[in-house]
C-alpha cells in the first residue's frame, strides 16, 4: 500500500479539526523546518503496511493541543499532558490510515520518540513526509517503512 500526501493531509485535516477545531494547511517550507522545539509521537502498523505513522510537532502546539484536549489553561499543562495529547494525535491519524488498508492489520500503543532524526532507535526508512501548519505551528506527519514483520520496540 502507498499512501500519498493527500491520504496524510486530508486524515490529518480531519483529526485535528475534530479533536482541536483547528484548521489545518500546507506548509511549503522544507519538512521540519520551524520546528525547533519538537516533540514526536508514533504508532507501529503491522500487517497490510509494516511501519510507523509519526507526529512531529512545536511544542507550543502541542501545548495547544492538550489544552484543547484536557480543557486546561496552557500553563497547567505538564508533560505527561504533552505525550498524552501527542501520542493520542498519533493513535487517532494511524488509526485512520489503518482504515485504508486492505488487509487486517495491528495499530500498536502511542510512544514519545526523539523528535530528530536518528535519535529514538527507529531505522526504518522514511517513505513520506508531509509538512503542515496549525495555527501557524509547524506539524508534521511522517511515515517510516520497515520490512515486514520487524517491530521496534
Known sequence: MH????????????????????PIETDARPPTAGCGEALESGVDIDGGWH????VRAHSQFVRL?????FRIEPDAV????????LGELANMIGGNLKGLLSEPSRLSLPRMAAAREGEGGDTAAVCLRVAMLSDGLPIEVILRERTAGLVNA
Open 78 to 85: 505538564g508533560p505527561d499532558d504533552l505525550a498524552d495529547a
Open 65 to 69: 493541543a492538550a489544552s484543547i484536549m
Open 51 to 54: 511501519g510507523t505513522v509519526a
Open 3 to 22: 499512501f500519498t500526501e493527500a491520504d496524510i493531509f486530508g486524515l490529518t485535516e480531519t483529526v485535528v479539526g475534530a479533536v482541536l477545531g483547528l
